[in-house]
């Protein structure tokens, strides 16, 4: 601030340049010592990494090597895809929300859509189960028919095309897997409007 007010003479501007010149000088020097200490470091730093890694060959990306002390297993799977699991002899035993939709088809005798069998097992739950609520109930059958018509294969599913959904039925009452029904059972469709 001094100098943008005051005009310095010769002997001052000398001074200032000694003293910045000098200034530079020892942080050169201050610099030097700290690149000096750092390399001193990186140094001791390696030799310590070396110490303690055995000289291994270095390996691209992928699976980790396993471990010198680890057991290797006696079986080995087949190279492939899992095969997928079949159930024998119908499986697992159903549990009482699968006897109550597939006994209401049975009883009727008819292809009953989703509303149809959520009257029966409201009815049921009510006796059976009479802390679940309405929505529950709901949730509690989509899953039985799910199970039943799908992975278990218990109830085949018929789209009428009349109304929204699907008529839930016994698998014998299809044909195969494709969803058609057999020509004998074409008169269990009960459509309601």
Do not use: C
């Not at 601030?1 to 010769?10: G, P, Q, S, Y």
């Not at 159903?94 to 009953?112: F, M, Q, R």
């Amino acid at each position: 601030m001094i100098m943008a007010t005051k005009r310095m003479n010769t002997k001052d501007v000398e001074q200032l340049l000694v003293h910045y010149r000098s200034e530079r000088r020892r942080l050169l020097f201050q610099l030097g010592q700290v690149r000096k200490a750092l390399g001193e470091l990186k140094g001791i730093e390696k030799t310590a990494v070396k110490k303690e890694t055995p000289d291994l060959p270095k390996r691209g990306p992928g699976r980790p090597r396993k471990e010198e002390g680890a057991v290797k297993s006696k079986y080995r799977r087949k190279p492939g895809r899992r095969k997928k699991r079949t159930i024998k002899d119908g499986g697992y035993k159903l549990s009482p929300w699968d006897k109550v939709v597939t006994g209401a088809i049975e009883k009727k005798s008819l292809l009953l859509p989703k509303e149809d069998l959520f009257r029966e097992t409201l009815a049921w739950a009510k006796t059976n189960a009479p802390k679940m609520k309405k929505a529950e109930v709901e949730v509690k059958l989509t899953r039985v028919l799910q199970k039943l018509s799908g992975k278990r294969g218990v109830l085949g599913t018929f789209r009428s095309g009349m109304r929204r959904g699907y008529h839930y039925g016994l698998k014998d009452w299809f044909i195969g897997t494709n969803g058609k029904l057999r020509p004998a059972h074409r008169n269990k469709v009960e459509i309601k409007k």
